[in-house]
């Protein structure tokens, strides 16, 4: 019904529809990077192993993506 008063474009801008995508592309990334499986048994252990591995992410993420444009 929204969708039909308002249009797709703004029910998704009201909703934040976007917010799942980087909620799944943070995933993606994660275990492209990290891998798909924790290699700690202990829950305590997977717990560090996963902060570690965010905390990698997120310094991979700061220092930006490389730019590939020619200067003229």
Do not use: P
């Not at 592309?25 to 965010?54: N, V």
């Amino acid at each position: 019904m929204e969708i039909q008063e308002n249009g797709r474009m703004e029910w998704q801008r009201q909703n934040n529809y976007g917010q799942q995508n980087y909620s799944e592309l943070g995933m993606q990334r994660y275990k492209r990077i990290i891998g798909k499986s924790m290699h700690s048994g202990d829950f305590l252990r997977q717990e560090q192993e996963a902060m570690i591995g965010c905390g990698v992410i997120n310094k991979m993420t700061s220092l930006g993506t490389l730019n590939t444009q020619l200067t003229t």
